[in-house]
């Protein structure tokens, strides 16, 4: 089955700098990379989505790549504000079915 | 669009009772709704995957016969913990399939706590 690799699982920045999460995944056939952001005690909220046939996607102050060569596919988040604090999970699937890594805790520091 | 919701948000229930989780498609019909499990600072895990009018498939290690999962209606799937044991608390997760085939919208989630 897919395993899905996510680091750092913890990261810590000033407001206004930029955040990378990265992650790695192990099934050749996934084709769908989602992530989410999740609040203490909250559902996960899907942020931005990417499929394998496209490289980079972005939506104002964030932005996901993806390497389908490397199985490895990034989450960029710029300009980062306090209320960009929370748990963040990439995920991979390729028939229907998530894998999550393990999530990051993004903390900015005002 | 592609609202989720789940009922009842959280549970406090005894030792060895059972307790039943409803996850509903509001806006959407969902022919595929996935059961997660996340205990605390952790990532999701996958439960199950249900289809309408069909058995669930479960994961490996999940045990079929405590998580009795049913998906009547293309809007409706239930998660029915029996026999809840403290080491079954936790916070239960739905989600379903959106408008496109592999984006997934979660439910609130359900905080079972079994004392």
């Known amino acids: 089955g897919e395993n899905v690799e996510q680091h750092p699982s913890t990261l810590s920045v000033q407001e206004g700098d930029s955040a990378v999460i990265k992650c790695t995944y192990s099934d050749s056939a996934s084709n769908y990379f989602p992530w989410y952001k999740q609040e203490l005690g909250k559902r996960p909220q899907l942020i931005i989505d990417?499929?394998?046939?496209?490289g980079e996607k972005k939506d104002q102050r964030i932005a996901v790549t993806l390497n389908k060569t490397a199985k490895h596919f990034s989450l960029h988040i710029t300009e980062t504000q306090p209320e960009d604090s929370a748990v963040y999970f990439c995920a991979a699937s390729g028939a229907r079915a998530l894998t999550f890594g393990s999530g990051t805790r993004l903390q900015v520091q005002p | 669009g592609a609202v989720v919701s789940q009922h009842p948000s959280w549970v406090i229930c005894k030792s060895g009772t059972s307790v039943k989780i409803e996850c509903r498609s509001l806006?959407?019909?969902?022919?595929?709704m996935f059961w997660y499990r996340q205990f605390p600072k952790k990532s999701l895990m996958l439960m199950a995957t249900?289809?309408?009018?069909?058995?669930?498939?479960?994961e490996q290690g999940v045990e079929k016969d405590k998580f009795l999962i049913n998906h009547a209606s293309l809007t409706l799937s239930t998660l029915t913990v029996t026999s809840a044991h403290p080491e079954d608390s936790s916070f239960y997760i739905c989600?379903?399939?959106?408008?496109?085939?592999?984006?997934?919208?979660f439910g609130p989630g359900t905080r079972l706590t079994v004392l």
């Open positions: 989600s379903a399939n959106g408008r496109t085939v592999d984006t997934q919208y």
């Open positions: 990417i499929r394998s046939n496209v």
């Open positions: 806006d959407f019909q969902a022919t595929t």
């Open positions: 249900s289809n309408e009018g069909s058995k669930a498939t479960y």
